[in-house]
């Protein structure tokens, strides 16, 4: 059964640290991995990855993927309370079917 | 500006009344989705469709059915609504062709009393 595990569950941080998501695959014939933000509302596209190794890169937010050992990582920086969200990874596998979801983490930023 | 609309936010039923839960997308996506979110479960797939009049079985379809009459409108019907039904539904729509993006609504928060 394909799946998606995501972590940690829940994370709490203070303003200014770095922190690392975390996700793992076992997806039959994977296609690409997606990461989501969601707030109190619809999740938004963040990253979308396919090829291993390769960063992607918007503002603070980073993240990479590793094909070999099915796994990507999402990293924030210099952490905002902005930030407070449930971050949602998602893996696509071949063919047009529905993306398999993890059951997010839960990252709470304090001042 | 791409959109995907969910016709509540917030919508409260009886038990045993049939519910509708409408989504319509304007980016001409052939893929409309609808998913269920509770806490400690993530998003879990009732159902899917390809296509006008098409629809297939997501993880958890039992006491929910589908309607997709146009390409832009996927309905999600709850024949009779039950307790174990609140949850938060969330429609997507994708491009059928590639790999891209699944756009989300805004989500119904529905509670069954």
């Known amino acids: 059964e394909d799946k998606v595990v995501q972590s940690p569950l829940s994370l709490v941080v203070h303003e200014g640290d770095t922190v690392t998501l975390n996700c793992s695959y076992e997806?039959?014939?994977?296609?690409?991995l997606l990461w989501y933000k969601q707030e109190k509302k619809a999740p938004t596209f963040l990253f979308m990855l396919?090829?291993?190794?390769i960063e992607k890169k918007s503002g603070r937010l980073s993240s990479i993927l590793d094909k070999k050992e099915l796994f990507s990582i999402l990293n924030i920086t210099a952490t905002q309370t902005g930030d407070s969200a449930v971050y949602l990874c998602?893996?696509?596998?071949?063919?047009?079917?529905?993306?398999?979801f993890g059951k997010g983490t839960r990252l709470s930023v304090i001042a | 500006d791409v959109k995907v609309t969910q016709s509540s936010r917030y919508l409260v039923k009886r038990t045993g009344e049939k519910v509708f839960l409408e989504c319509v997308q304007d980016m001409d996506h052939e893929n409309m989705f609808w998913y269920r979110q509770d806490p400690g479960l993530g998003l879990r797939l009732i159902y899917f469709s390809y296509d006008v009049k098409m629809k297939e079985k997501g993880d958890i379809p039992e006491g929910y059915s589908v309607s997709r009459e146009k390409k832009e409108r996927f309905s999600l019907i709850l024949e009779s609504a039950s307790t174990n039904q609140t949850s938060m539904y969330l429609c997507a729509s994708s491009l059928r062709q590639g790999s891209t993006e699944a756009f989300f609504g805004q989500g119904t928060r529905l509670t069954v009393v």
């Open positions: 997806v039959t014939n994977f296609r690409s």
């Open positions: 998602a893996a696509r596998f071949s063919g047009n079917t529905p993306l398999v």
């Open positions: 396919t090829s291993s190794g």
